[in-house]
């Protein structure tokens, strides 16, 4: 069903350009959620780039950010697709501009304006359900989503309802970088864990991957067995590729002085080499 193979190289390679492309917005504007973008970035390149079929804005499949801080991962992966242009990027979150720091429907490529925690899983169970009972076709629905999501009922009620309607069409990636806006979810949600059993009782198919490996990523999806509504469980690092942003709270919301931005494309220049 998928692009085959992935191009591990290539992706390697995308991913750093993107976080230097957010690295590089970053010093536009006082804040914006790099870090969270970092830790999903390989996912949704794999979605974009590996797993949806035909070119963004004309394929079957839907991605759908449920992650709504997590937009900037989107954004430079739809300004590198030409869905968005540079000029968008570069106004990101200044009046003249379109693109906010969530993602706004209206915008090209945005399928749902989101970043209200609770919401997401909601959206992408219906656009499942509408695509495969109502318009009876075969589009997958993508979507990715934070630790502090899976902390409202409003979401596990959706994945209740996912697995009864049967939308195998569903395919779910939490982002489990293990951290929340100010603070570590072992430490502030001890009893959020275990993640993987809840969503099998819940009878999705799950798979638990190194989320910064697109390989892995992208055979977890390719094999599984269907039937049921998927979860990719992604274990990540927040502030992926910077030392000083992985595991950092603060980095949730601040953009680097310019010292710091110096140190970190430098960073990402040695990983990429």
């Given amino acids: 069903m998928f692009p085959q193979p992935l191009d591990v190289a290539a992706a390697r390679q995308r991913c750093m350009a993107y976080r230097r492309r957010i690295l590089e917005i970053s010093q536009q504007v006082q804040a914006l959620h790099a870090a969270g973008a970092f830790s999903c970035l390989e996912m949704v390149d794999v979605i974009y780039n590996a797993l949806m079929r035909g070119a963004a804005g004309n394929s079957p499949d839907t991605f759908m950010m449920s992650k709504g801080h997590g937009c900037m991962a989107q954004y430079v992966i739809l300004e590198d697709l030409g869905v968005l242009s540079r000029e968008d990027l570069d106004l990101y979150c200044k009046p003249e501009g379109r693109l906010g720091c969530h993602p706004d429907y209206g915008v090209p490529g945005i399928e ?162």
């Fill in 112 to 273: 749902a304006s989101t970043g209200s925690l609770g919401h997401g899983m909601g959206l992408a169970t219906g656009m499942a359900y509408t695509e495969r009972h109502v318009s009876k076709g075969d589009g997958l629905i993508f979507t990715v989503l934070s630790d502090g999501e899976l902390q409202e009922g409003s979401t596990w009620e959706c994945m209740m309802m996912a697995a009864n309607l049967e939308v195998d069409n569903l395919i779910a990636f939490l982002d489990h970088n293990g951290m929340q806006s100010f603070g570590n979810t072992a430490e502030t949600h001890p009893k959020f864990y275990p993640i993987r059993e809840k969503a099998e009782a819940f009878n999705w198919e799950v798979a638990e991957v190194n989320g910064h490996d697109a390989d892995a990523v992208f055979n977890a999806v390719s094999e599984r067995k269907g039937g049921r509504p998927f979860m990719l469980i992604g274990n990540t690092t927040k502030g992926r590729g910077v030392s000083y942003m992985e595991g950092g709270a603060i980095w949730h919301y601040r953009s680097p002085n310019p010292e710091e931005y110096k140190q970190a494309l430098d960073e990402l220049t040695e990983i990429s080499s």
